[in-house]
């Protein structure tokens, strides 16, 4: 019985593992649509929601089945409960990609001011928290904890992104009050990518619970 | 030593070995239980979990190849020194086995005989003991009115509760449990599970299960033994939620055993 336990867990960890690649998919797309100011690319990201939250629902239901069916201890109660908080980061992840694909949406048709993005360092600040997210998935496939270990440091270089970011998008706001709309947008993506970078902590947690049984705290 | 947290221990075993013949069945163990909790004790079959609880009240002294080296300390008293009666070992440490065992005599009968053996014969007072025990054991309501009838028509549950206000009949502090629910069906196993939660208000409670989901239900501290060694013993939720040993973790997630 444990061992087709075992077997159905480690289909469910695929499982979750593609749903969090799905969800990095669509925040590494939506800002490639963003440097590339490409409504397609936005447009296809904001059709991937559907089945992100599919997705998401249907392994929540099969995390609570595996519950029900085996009363799972120890690391296979913590490996559940890792899975449950991942699946929730992810399904944000992915939301807030859609959130910069609408951004996208919403700013492309002005073609003025489109090197904005890189200006601000929006892709730069992408692919610190894309490494974070990636790293945190890989630490839960492969139990390895070294992937995570400079997450607080590395968030920390995040947040201090976005700072920097807020204090160079009020400036280009004072020099030209034409590009409001986009810099206001390109804050928010700023803060969307920043909760990102939060939510790869949030899984670095839980993988490191899973593996270690200590709950502990990436600030 | 597994010292359990700050918590009053009533049993303590110190380097206890035993021996059936030449076969080794009990190593080194040494622990502590705890008063007016209930300690479980889990591992694979064969393990000694049942050896260990057998200890407890001496019941392996009618074992002929069975011999035994360190001491159980009871209240502080050695229960294996020359001078301890195990007689009043067993009235204090009271057992529960597998298998339901009435006496095949009225349901009342059942309940009043170790209060008779240990010299008890006022009518009213015994009326008294039995009424209390078959209360404590959660029996009272479901056999009131049938006090004389034999406890062989029972039904498997009920006859498991009655050998529980048996054993709460002459007073004991302890009260051993060697797997009491693995005859019983679910509803009479949490009517148990219910009333043990009940009984560590007033009694320490030792239970052998291989039912690891009870165990986690149920008690309170747990051991895990694994070829007659202790090999780690905590907090119950510190065992099914994030235990120390690698043999512990492999065995309670299904992995051996």
């Known amino acids: 019985m444990s061992e087709k336990f075992h077997t159905e867990m480690e289909v469910a960890k695929g499982k979750v593992l593609l749903m969090g690649h799905l969800a ?135 947040d201090a992104l976005r700072h920097t970011i807020f204090r160079d998008g009020i400036t280009y706001m004072m020099e030209d009050p034409r590009t409001i709309t986009r810099c206001t947008n390109y804050l928010m993506v700023a803060r969307y990518l920043e909760r990102c970078g939060d939510h790869a902590c949030k899984i670095a947690e839980k993988v490191t619970y899973m593996v270690t049984g200590d709950q502990i705290e990436i600030r | 030593m597994v010292n359990l947290m700050s918590e009053q221990s009533i049993i303590r075993t110190s380097n206890l070995n035993l021996w059936y013949g030449e076969k080794t069945a009990l190593k080194d163990i040494s622990m502590e239980v705890p008063d007016r909790r209930v300690t479980a004790l889990i591992g694979p079959s064969g393990c000694g979990k049942s050896t260990l609880i057998r200890c407890f009240n001496r019941m392996n002294d009618l074992v002929d190849i069975c011999r035994i080296t360190g001491r159980i300390d009871f209240h502080g008293n050695n229960i294996y020194a020359k001078e301890s009666d195990p007689v009043e070992i067993r009235r204090k440490i009271g057992m529960v086995f597998q298998k339901p065992n009435p006496f095949p005599k009225s349901i009342y009968e059942n309940v009043a005989y170790g209060p008779r053996i240990h010299g008890m014969n006022d009518k ?47 007073e004991p502090e302890v009260i051993l449990m060697d797997e009491p629910c693995s005859a019983l069906d679910p509803i009479a196993t949490s009517k148990i599970e219910t009333l043990i939660n009940d009984l560590k208000k007033q009694y320490c409670v030792i239970i052998v299960t291989h039912n690891m989901q009870q165990a986690a239900r149920v008690s309170d501290y747990t051991g895990f033994m694994y070829l007659g060694e202790m090999i780690e013993c905590g907090t119950t939720t510190q065992i099914f939620e994030h235990p120390k040993e690698e043999l512990t973790e492999n065995y309670i997630t299904g992995r051996f055993g």
């Open chain 1, 24 to 158: 990095v998919g669509m925040l590494e797309d939506a800002v490639l649509a963003l440097e590339e100011n490409d409504p397609h690319r936005a447009e296809e990201v904001r059709k991937r929601k559907r089945d992100l939250s599919d997705q998401a629902n249907a392994l929540e239901e099969e995390m609570y089945r595996l519950i029900a069916l085996y009363q799972p201890m120890a690391k296979d109660m913590r490996m559940i409960a890792c899975s449950l908080r991942l699946i929730s980061s992810a399904e944000r992840i992915g939301r807030y990609g859609k959130d910069i694909a609408n951004v996208v949406l919403a700013t492309y048709s002005d073609q003025r001011f489109d090197d904005l993005v890189s200006a601000l360092s929006l892709p730069h600040m992408a692919s610190l928290v894309i490494g974070m997210i990636n790293d945190s998935l890989e630490a839960y496939r492969n139990e390895d904890l070294t992937r995570v270990a400079h997450h607080s440091a590395r968030d920390d270089t995040v």
């Open chain 2, 124 to 170: 009213k007072r015994l009326d008294e003991i039995v009424e209390k025990s078959l209360r404590n054991a959660a029996l009272w309501e479901e056999v009131k009115e049938r006090l004389q009838d034999s406890a062989m028509g029972l039904s498997g549950g009920q006859q498991q509760r009655l050998c529980i206000a048996r054993t709460l009949a002459v």
